[in-house]
C-alpha cells in the first residue's frame, strides 16, 4: 500500500524545506525528502544554503574578517594585543557547530509542522508518484496529490580541473580546509570566488583569482564594481581579469595553471586550486524516464513564470529552475507554490531580487544598474553619497564605499540601488522593500532615518539625487 500525501517535496534546501513547511501551515498532509550526506557521514536537512554555501561560508568570512582586523585595525582603537594567531580547528569547529544547529533546526521546525522529514533518495514517476528510497531501507511509492521539487544545483566542473577533494577543490572543500594554505588560486572572480578568495586571503595565504571576462563583477553596476575592486587590491586579493585558465597539472601537491590573457600563456603554480567556475541544475536520479518533466539544454527543469512544470500539480523551484541562483529566491518560489496549491494567488516579483557579496567591503545590489536603465532610454537621475562622510562608518573605521540611488527623471520612481561598503548586505533591505512598494526617491528623503547610522547613507544618496545631500557637497 502506497502512502498518501498532499504535497511531496523533494529537496530540503532553502526551497525545499520553506516550500513544505508553508504547505504544512495551510493544513495539508506534507512530506519532505532529503539524502544530504555531510562529511562526518551525517545527514542533514538544509541543502546546499545550511551546509556547504550561504551559512558556513559567512562563518568563515566573520572569523577571518575579525583576525584580520585584529591584525591590522585593534591598534587605532587603542587595543593592544599580543601577537594575534590562529586556531584554524577551532575556527572550523565552530563553523561546524553552527551548521549543524541551524540544519537540526529544520527538524525541529518539520516536527513543529507536522512536516514528515524522510531522509534518502525520492524520484518522481509518472502520475505524481514518488519513489522514497530511505537511506537505509527498500523503496516504498508516496502518492501525491502535489509534488515540488527543489533539487538545487551542484558546482560546475571543469574538464582540465577535476575536483579531487585535495589539491583541486570545489567551494564546499574551500571551506573546509584545515590548514591555510600559502599559495592559493582560485578559478572565477564571482560571488563564490570572491568570497572563498576573500576568507583565504585574510588568514594569510597570497590569493590569485583568474577571471576569464574583462569585466569585474559584469552583473553589477559600474561605479560599485570598479570601488569594490580598487578596495580589493588594496587589501592585497590579485585578481586577474581576461585571464582564461585552459589547462592544469597536479604534482607532488603542486597544481600548475595555465591561462591565456593579453600577453600570452601564463603559468603559476600553487598549493591549492578551488575552482568556482558556476553551478548547474542538479537534477541525478530525479525523474524517471514517463515523468513526463522537460529539461532545457543547460539542465534547468522547464517551468512557467509561477514555478507549474508541464505536468499538472508538479512544480519546481529554487537553484533547479530558472532566475538567480540564490536561497532568498528559492524561498520565496516555495511559498509561492505552497499558496498556488492552497488555491491562493501568488507570485515571486523576480525584477526585485536583491544580490549580495559578502566581502569586506559588502556589496549589494536591487533593481536596474545604471547602464540597464540607459539602454532602456528613460530618462534618469542618480545620487550618491560616501561612507567616508557618514559618522557612524568612521565610529566602525569602515568608510570604504558609498551608496548609489538611481530614480526616474520624470516621476522620480526608484529604480536601483547599489551599495558597496560595510553592512551593505544589511542596508540593500530599505531599498527592497521600497521598490516593492513603488517608492519614489522623495519617500526614502522625507523618510526618518536613526543617526548616526549606516542607513543615513541611503538617506543622503536620495537626497543627493536632486542634489539636496545634508551632510556632503553637492556635485
Ligand atoms: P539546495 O540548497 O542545493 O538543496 C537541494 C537539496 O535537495 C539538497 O539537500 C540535496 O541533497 C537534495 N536533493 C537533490 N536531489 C534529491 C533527490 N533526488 N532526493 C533527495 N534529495 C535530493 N545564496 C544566497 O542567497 N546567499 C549566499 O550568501 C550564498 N552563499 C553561497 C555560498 C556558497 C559557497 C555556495 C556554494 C552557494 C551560496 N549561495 C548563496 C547559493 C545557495 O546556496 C543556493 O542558491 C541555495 O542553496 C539553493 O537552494 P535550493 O533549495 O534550490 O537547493
Ligand atoms: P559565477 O557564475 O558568478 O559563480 O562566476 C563564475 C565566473 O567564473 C564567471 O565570471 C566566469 O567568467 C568565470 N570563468 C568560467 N570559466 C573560466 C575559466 N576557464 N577561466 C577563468 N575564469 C572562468
Redesign the pocket.
Known amino acids: 500500500m502506497s502512502k498518501k500525501y498532499d504535497v511531496v517535496v ?7 524545506y520553506i516550500a513544505a513547511i508553508r504547505a504544512a501551515q495551510h493544513g495539508f498532509k506534507v512530506a519532505c ?4 550526506q555531510n562529511r562526518d557521514g551525517k545527514y542533514a ?5 545550511l ?4 551559512i558556513p ?2 562563518a568563515m568570512l566573520e572569523s577571518s574578517e575579525l583576525y584580520h582586523r585584529a591584525n591590522h585595525e585593534f591598534k587605532k582603537h587603542g587595543i593592544v594585543t599580543g601577537e594575534v594567531s590562529l586556531d584554524v580547528g577551532a575556527m572550523q569547529k565552530r563553523r561546524a557547530g553552527i551548521v549543524r544547529q541551524l540544519t537540526g533546526g529544520i527538524g525541529g521546525l518539520f516536527k513543529a509542522n507536522k512536516v514528515d522529514g524522510l531522509v ?4 518522481l514517476l509518472a502520475g505524481k508518484k514518488v519513489e522514497f528510497t530511505p537511506v537505509d531501507g527498500d523503496p516504498e511509492i508516496l502518492d501525491a496529490t502535489h509534488v515540488v521539487l ?4 551542484a ?1 560546475i566542473e571543469l574538464p582540465f580541473a577535476q575536483f579531487d577533494q585535495e589539491t583541486i577543490l570545489d ?2 572543500d574551500a ?1 573546509e580546509l584545515e590548514a591555510v594554505p600559502k599559495r592559493l588560486g582560485v578559478i572565477g572572480a564571482g ?2 570566488g570572491l ?2 578568495g576573500s576568507v583565504w586571503a585574510r588568514l594569510g595565504s597570497e590569493v590569485i583569482i583568474l577571471e576569464a571576462l574583462e569585466d569585474f563583477l559584469a552583473m553589477a553596476d559600474r561605479d560599485v564594481a570598479a570601488t569594490a575592486m580598487k578596495d580589493f587590491k588594496k587589501q592585497g586579493l590579485d585578481i586577474r581579469l581576461g585571464a582564461k585558465v585552459s589547462e592544469t597539472s597536479v604534482k607532488d601537491g603542486v597544481v600548475s595553471v595555465s591561462y591565456e590573457d593579453k600577453s600570452g600563456s601564463q603559468t603559476v603554480d600553487f598549493d591549492k586550486l578551488i575552482v568556482a567556475v558556476g ?1 548547474r541544475p ?5 525523474l524517471a524516464d514517463d515523468s513526463g518533466i522537460r529539461k532545457d539544454e543547460r539542465g534547468f527543469i522547464v517551468v512557467d513564470d509561477v514555478c507549474r512544470t508541464e505536468v499538472k500539480g508538479v512544480y519546481a ?4 529552475v530558472r532566475g538567480p ?6 524561498s520565496e518560489e516555495g511559498v509561492m507554490v505552497a499558496d498556488l496549491i492552497a488555491g491562493e494567488s501568488a507570485e515571486v516579483n523576480y525584477e526585485i531580487v536583491p544580490s ?1 557579496i ?1 566581502t569586506a567591503p559588502e556589496v549589494a545590489w536591487v533593481g536596474m544598474t545604471e547602464a540597464e536603465v540607459k539602454a532602456s532610454g528613460r530618462a534618469y537621475k542618480t545620487g550618491s553619497f560616501p561612507f567616508a562622510a557618514s559618522g557612524r562608518a568612521k565610529a566602525m573605521e569602515q568608510t570604504t564605499g558609498m551608496v548609489k540611488v538611481i530614480s526616474a527623471e520624470d516621476d522620480d520612481e526608484l529604480l536601483g540601488v547599489h551599495i558597496v561598503g560595510p553592512m551593505a548586505g544589511e542596508l540593500i533591505s530599505e531599498a527592497v522593500l521600497a521598490l516593492e512598494f513603488a517608492a519614489s526617491t522623495e519617500d526614502i528623503q522625507r523618510t526618518i532615518h536613526a543617526h548616526p547610522s549606516l542607513a543615513e547613507a541611503v538617506h543622503e544618496a536620495a537626497l543627493a539625487v536632486d542634489k539636496r545631500a545634508l551632510n556632503y557637497i553637492n556635485r
Open positions: 523533494i529537496g530540503a534546501g532553502p526551497a525545499g525528502i532529503d539524502e544530504w536537512f538544509g541543502g546546499t544554503c551546509n556547504a554555501g550561504c561560508s559567512k534518502g533518495h525520492g524520484k527543489a533539487s538545487g544545483s558546482p567551494s564546499w571551506l560571488v563564490i568570497e572563498l553551478r542538479y537534477t541525478e536520479k530525479l523551484i529554487g537553484d533547479c541562483m540564490l536561497a532568498h529566491k528559492g549580495v559578502y
